[in-house]
């Protein structure tokens, strides 16, 4: 059961470099996100993905872009990387679960851009 | 511009003591309210959620109460373990809106044995 899969774990970038993170879940999920985390910030969302073939920005999405290959698969491309760009980013997938929305995490990727 | 306002960024609290988390917020359009825990080096992961319809949800130690009136809800962790060290956030998400949910700054518990 390994749920939602990120990788690299870690990167560090010069300004300038591109470069696209990965993640992929295994749980049917028809809805997937990607997050960034910063101290004090909380979790602010970047883009989502209602369904394949969609996207949509979230609240910070300028310098990123996304494909939604397939159903399980999100990534998130950073074109020419900036130092405020130095995050730790969160994919995530989800399932309504009644109530409401539930989000499944991957692990995180720690991205510095020096 | 933050939406939903945690506090305290920081609490250590001893074993077995009760620890406290408040979240406030604006827009009365939030129908959903949950609370998401992370441990170092992890994803946050649903720990409980409410809808505005109730006061109060309990599920083992971990305690829901809503204040639709003065729009604050908190998390209330009965019996603190050192276990339950981690970061907590609060989140709400608006009517309809599957993609939004937005989340407070976080707060730090520290339990001490």
């Known amino acids: 059961n390994a749920g939602v899969t990120q990788t690299p774990k870690f990167q560090v970038l010069k300004t300038g470099q591109s470069m696209t993170l990965q993640c992929a879940q295994d749980?049917?999920?028809?809805?997937m996100y990607w997050y960034r985390q910063d101290p004090g910030m909380g979790l602010r969302l970047i883009y989502y993905?209602?369904?394949?073939?969609?996207?949509d920005k979230g609240e910070v999405p300028n310098g990123y872009n996304v494909s939604r290959l397939n159903k399980r698969e999100f990534s998130l491309r950073l074109e020419s990387a900036a130092p405020s760009q130095t995050s730790v980013y969160f994919c995530?997938?989800?399932?309504?679960?009644?109530?409401?929305?539930?989000?499944?995490f991957g692990s995180g990727t720690q991205l510095s851009v020096l | 511009q933050q939406q939903v306002k945690q506090s305290p960024q920081s609490l250590i609290v001893q074993k077995g003591g009760i620890s406290i988390i408040n979240c406030a917020y604006e827009n009365t359009a939030f129908d959903y309210f949950p609370w998401y825990q992370q441990f170092p080096g992890k994803g946050p992961a649903l720990l409980i959620a409410?809808?505005?319809?109730?006061s109060e949800k309990k599920e083992g130690r971990f305690t829901i109460s809503f204040n639709k009136s003065a729009k604050q809800f908190s998390l209330h962790i009965m019996d603190s373990q050192p276990g339950d060290s981690a970061t907590y956030f609060c989140?709400?998400?608006?009517?309809?809106?599957?993609?939004?949910?937005?989340f407070g700054s976080g707060t730090q518990l520290t339990v001490l044995p």
């Open positions: 409410i809808r505005p319809d109730v």
């Open positions: 995530a997938s989800s399932e309504n679960v009644g109530v409401g929305e539930k989000l499944f």
């Open positions: 993905s209602a369904s394949e073939g969609t996207t």
């Open positions: 749980m049917n999920h028809n809805s």
């Open positions: 989140a709400a998400r608006v009517t309809g809106s599957a993609r939004q949910l937005t």
